[in-house]
């Protein structure tokens, strides 16, 4: 990975915001926004693709985390 595409701690919370954003279903302004965002920078890019294999490694456990919470409260 390039130096210059080490994102900052602000690009990695922005990334996440914008990872839970575009997961929502955004209208045509925001996802055009989301992409400016992602092109104006490669740290962006690189912040976007890290927060997208957080998001994939942490949805099956969070699944079934879910899954046991609810079986609990149904006792």
């Known amino acids: 990975m390039n130096a210059s595409a080490q ?5 990695q919370h922005a990334a996440l915001a914008w ?4 997961n929502q279903q955004p209208a045509r302004a925001e ?3 989301f992409k400016r965002w ?3 920078d ?3 890019a690189q912040a976007y ?3 997208q294999a957080l998001w994939q ?3 099956a456990p969070a699944a079934r985390l879910a899954q ?3 079986e609990t409260l149904a006792g």
Request: aromatic share 0%; charged share 20%.
């Open 42 to 44: 490669p740290a962006h």
């Open 38 to 40: 992602l092109l104006a």
């Open 68 to 70: 046991e919470q609810a």
């Open 7 to 11: 994102p900052t701690a602000e690009q």
């Open 57 to 59: 490694q942490t949805a």
């Open 19 to 22: 990872l839970n954003q575009i």
């Open 49 to 51: 693709r890290e927060a």
């Open 31 to 33: 996802r055009a926004d």
